[in-house]
């Protein structure tokens, strides 16, 4: 069997995919897609790189790693949780907090002990695997950082590079965070990457590149493909080029290829505070880029469904989710479908149509069953985004985070791998499948 290289790019569109390989405008991408099965696949809601990445190495939604979003009201710390929207946000928050929540204790605390990470579960069988900057790595070996004056450990896979901070290994790879907006995170990637290809150190290495969703922010997802669609090709060149060329790459690895999730057009932002200026008091409202939560706080006087109704109207609102009397309430343009799972799909009462964005009702109970959820969710129109704490957007350029298609689909390429999987928390159960390890990763739904 062969070794494992699980490519994560963050915010690639399937269109920019599509684009880009059959133009062979990225040759190391076109050269994967040859070899390769490729199909258009559905990531999870929020449509946000914390939710994203915890579901692709656990293979499990929201409901089960309980990372709910971006930015989250903590209920048993009684305050917020700010994985990085922007600068402003996580000053907002509390710089010092959202560093340690962010490097630590998404992994070491709010990712739920009982989701098991595709690095335990491979490790746990004796493999060993590596992961280079995603930021779900929790796993059983314990790694200093590399900065002398922190002194707090972080545990992750046998093989863990994280942003020039964890390093188990010397590799002589460049800062990572030198020069963000010219690429420097991938060009730290692809040093480690090309280190650890060359030495065949690792079983399954989760590379994970970051810089296109960067530049797709900035400049749209089109956008993107002029400014930094060669510099990812290049990254995987890297680990192609290491192995000793196409042949010798595709000799000795499987390749498992795919986003986290879209990106669309974003032309103007709202404000969901504002909008819910009337219940200042008793309720915290977590937004940022294209998904928006409110918790209700101990002794609220209102609930999830007057501010559901009191959203009718928004612009900037597509769609509010809720769960009420062990169902789940979609409300859109004042009108609502309930919803919840039967032992064959889903039961509904309403106009399915309401919801009718790619693996909507799975992704929407996935993500209201998570109990570090708000009360309600809200997921943004085409075009609009959620400011986040520190009032930034990216109005002008590009972002994610709702149900709609654009935010939803991502590409998922599959070289010398059995499984098909169609969504994004199909591949930790493909990619253990590989390797013949029979393990239940989490609870199921
Ligand atoms: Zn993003």
Not at 178 to 186: E, F, L, M, T, V
Not at 240 to 261: N, T
Request: net charge negative; hydrophobic share 45%.
């Amino acid at each position: 069997m062969k070794k494992l290289v699980h490519i994560v790019v963050d915010g690639m569109t399937p269109e920019t995919f599509e684009r880009a390989t059959e133009g062979r405008r990225a040759p190391a991408l076109a050269f994967l897609a040859e070899h390769g099965t490729y199909r258009r696949a559905t990531s999870v809601f929020p449509s946000l790189t914390p939710v994203c990445l915890s579901s692709i190495v656990t293979g499990a939604g929201p409901d089960v790693h309980h990372i709910p979003h971006l930015v989250w009201w903590h209920r048993g710390e009684r305050r917020i949780v700010e994985y990085g929207s922007s600068f402003a946000a996580l000053r907002a928050a509390g710089m010092a907090q959202s560093l340690a929540d962010t490097i630590y204790n998404m992994n070491q605390r709010h990712l739920a002990a009982d989701a098991v990470t595709v690095y335990e579960a491979l490790e746990d069988a004796g493999y060993v695997t590596g992961a280079v900057n995603i930021t779900c790595y929790r796993g059983r070996t314990r790694h200093m950082p590399t900065l002398p004056w922190l002194t707090r450990p972080a545990y992750g896979p046998k093989r863990f590079f994280y942003y020039s901070l964890f390093e188990s290994d010397q590799t002589g790879a460049p800062l990572a965070v030198r020069d963000r907006a010219g690429g420097s995170i991938d060009t730290y990637a692809s040093a480690v990457g090309r280190w650890l290809v060359t030495r065949d150190g690792f079983d399954l290495l989760v590379y994970y590149l970051t810089d296109f969703d960067y530049a797709s922010h900035a400049h749209g997802p089109a956008g993107a493909e002029d400014v930094a669609l060669a510099r990812t090709d290049a990254a995987i060149q890297a680990l192609v080029d290491a192995a000793g060329g196409p042949d010798e790459f595709l000799d000795r690895y499987a390749v498992v290829l795919h986003s986290d999730h879209g990106q669309t057009d974003v032309t103007d932002a709202a404000r969901l505070e504002t909008r819910l200026a009337a219940f200042a008091g008793s309720i915290v409202v977590a937004a940022s880029n294209r998904a928006g939560q409110v918790y209700l706080l101990p002794g609220a006087r209102t609930d999830a469904a007057e501010l559901a109704a009191r959203l009718d109207g928004e612009p900037a609102v597509e769609v509010t989710l809720r769960l009420e009397d062990g169902e789940a309430v979609a409300r859109r343009a004042g009108e609502e479908l309930r919803f919840r799972p039967a032992p064959e799909g889903w039961e509904t009462s309403g106009d399915a149509s309401l919801l009718d964005h790619p693996d909507a009702f799975q992704r929407a109970w996935s993500a209201l069953t998570n109990p570090n959820a708000g009360e309600l969710l809200v997921s943004a129109a085409e075009g609009w985004e959620l400011m986040d704490m520190g009032g930034r957007h990216h109005a002008g350029g590009g972002s994610h985070g709702s149900l709609v298609a654009g935010d939803s689909f991502v590409p998922l390429l599959t070289v010398g791998l059995d499984a098909a999987p169609t969504r994004i928390t199909e591949v930790a159960p493909a990619v253990l499948a590989h390797f013949g390890v029979v393990r239940a990763l989490a609870h199921a739904v």
